[in-house]
């Protein structure tokens, strides 16, 4: 089946079942209910003082049961960091346990290790809202059985409460933790921050072990999860690499490039009509899209705004905004250094939010949808505003989704930020490799060579010339690009489908190829 | 050239000749001007590489508003003239010329360009020519190069080279250079033209950069070569005119065109009188600032 954006869609593919082609960013969620029945949540009991303390992880692993084919999850808090998801699948493959769906939040460097469970068939799916380094590599050629499902963030919430993901083991790693399961990436050694995406994982999966290498007396405080959700909690020696994990501070780029482009979206933004008092601002941690908030910042100061709240993937650059008083809130779903763990302990204005409230569209009412201004990376982004930030030019699965398509879509104002080309390689493109967001929901690009607005928006175009910013018209833009890189060669992919990246509704909005290894 | 030129030129960026990704981004980031550079910035072997580099970027890229000149070597090396042979044809809004010295210099320099010229069939107008004063002995010659050609339309200054001439060390304050820039600045004021100064090195000193960009504002240099894309805000922030500054430009402007409907040959402003100077001044402001004066008609 042809979805809206002209994609070919599998009609159904083994073990998803029938599947639906996105037919636009809002023509399901506008409906108000979720069409796809909700699971219930299941429940257990426990005989009163009963311990929930094992010695360790394998014993908490065969304490669930585990069986070939069964779901396990992970939240990916701990970055590059993370030692706690390749010891729990190597435990799994060591048991013998085969066809089992891996479902991480994201996978990352650190997961790499995992590629041989893949080609020994212990791994046979997996759903994750990015995927990078060698396993992308590995799921792009061919390796993976079942086709990898790349969800956004909102977006894996919707498919635990809908059973698309139905987790039979929840592994949840944190910096601190009580016998009985209260748990928090705020504090201890390995403190992360947030705990925001394995919220949903504690409340729905089967079995919840929580995993620690810092067990406090009861009660750990304040609990992100709470032992009426944990089955098991274990302490290990280490969840992790604290460098990787969260370190120091997240400094603003001195990429003149990365600088130029954030300093015209902050201009934008500022002429955009939508920069007034209560202003609510997510911008992500990389590059030009932190820089943004570096000169929104200052503008804000000279021009004495005073936003609402930010949103995010939280940086202590933004941790820095809240305790200036340039936002009354901090709303973290996942924190990005130390300094964010400190915040979200001592501030209660810096609140830890779960992946649901932040960006689920199917509830009453997620921050996402609340969002005034969001600036957002891109991998590609062609004439139609419809952007990839999944698979790289070679056609290789090597970024995330995220909320970036959530964040999208809720926003007033969407605005990416990206070079027209990066070496040799053309960002702005007539079509993108793979889409992730619809250019339904992105109104304005902005590159080093000048800015595009969505035709949607003819408004925000006016204003943004008014004020005398270069607008450029994206085909024009697309053309000079090509001018200078040339025509890239087409990448060779074979007709199987190793990838489906799923809108934040459920739809299919794309499908990623094998790509043909080179002769 | 200088006659017919609106052009502005606050900020004039460096971009090592050899340095593809930086010559194809060098304009778009707000320079009035880019500076190909083939002379300092490119080791000796690889002088040639640079050269064929340049000549595609300048006859490839769109560098939009951006005012393009092409640092050669000197003649007196053994690269000026392949410099001159590969660059002149292409008619590059200027090339920058270093360690000029004196008008015989100067004569050599736009004999050879005017030969090649016109053995291309290319008027001897269209590309200007930046001399720049990097030593003692130029310092001295500046009047005389300043007015040696009406293609001459900009004089620059090099710091470094000029410290090292002067066997002195540089010093943040730059004392050793104050007197080689004000003759400098007399010259071009002299005869009309451009004076740009020379860059300031520590890219990660904003506050340095825009305390030396306000002095040497203020002792009349029209624009600062800078060597990193960072630096070009805060140098065009300094030489934007003031909001008072551009009120004022804008009343006697407004005055000027009400007296010439009028004609009345001098007017007064808040009971001064206005005159060319004052005019020519309120232009210049508004010009800087970027308004367009057909929108006081």
Redesign the interface.
Known sequence: MINKLGKNIPEQVDGLGKLQAFQGAFEKIKKGVMEEPTVPAPNRAKMPHQSKLVDTLKEAIEKCNPKDGLTISFHHHLRGGDEVLVPVMNLLANMGIKDITLASSSLTGAHDPVVPLIENGTITRIFSSGIRNELGKAISHGKLKHPVVIHSHGGRVRDVHTGRISVDIAVIATSAADCEGNATGSHGPSAFGSLGYAAIDARYAKNVIVVTDNLVDFPCLPPSITQNFVDHVVKVDSIGDAKKIATGTTRITKSPMDLHIAKVASDAIVNSGYFKNGISFQVGAGGASLAVARFIREEMKKKEIKGSYLLGGVTSYLVDMLEEGFFDALFDVQSFDAAVSRSLYENNNHVEISGGMYANPYNCGCLTNKLDVVVLGALEIDTDFNVNVITGSDGEIRGASGGHSDTAAGANLTVVVCPSFRGRIPIVKKQVNTIVTPGETVDILVTERGLCVNPAKPELEKNLKEAGLWVRDIKELEEEVRGICGEPKKIEYTDKIVGLVEYRDGSIIDVIYEVKNKE | MAQNRTRKRRTMLYIPGNNP?ML??GS???ADSVLLDLEDAVALNQKDAARTLVRNIVKS??FYNCEVTVRLNHTDTPFGDADLEEIVPLQPDAVRFPKTESVEDLKKLIDRIEEIENKHNLPHDKMSIHAMIETAKGVRNVFEIAEYSKRVDAITIGGQDLTADMNIVKTKDNAGIDYARKQIVMAAKANRIDCIDTVYADVDDDEGLKEETLYIKKIGFTGKAVI???QI?IVNNVFMPTEAEIRKAAKVYRGWIDAKRRNLGVFAIDGKMVDAPVMARAKYVLDMAEIDLSSFE
């Open positions: 990704g194809q981004q778009v980031y707000g890229i769109n990193n894309p960072r805000d």
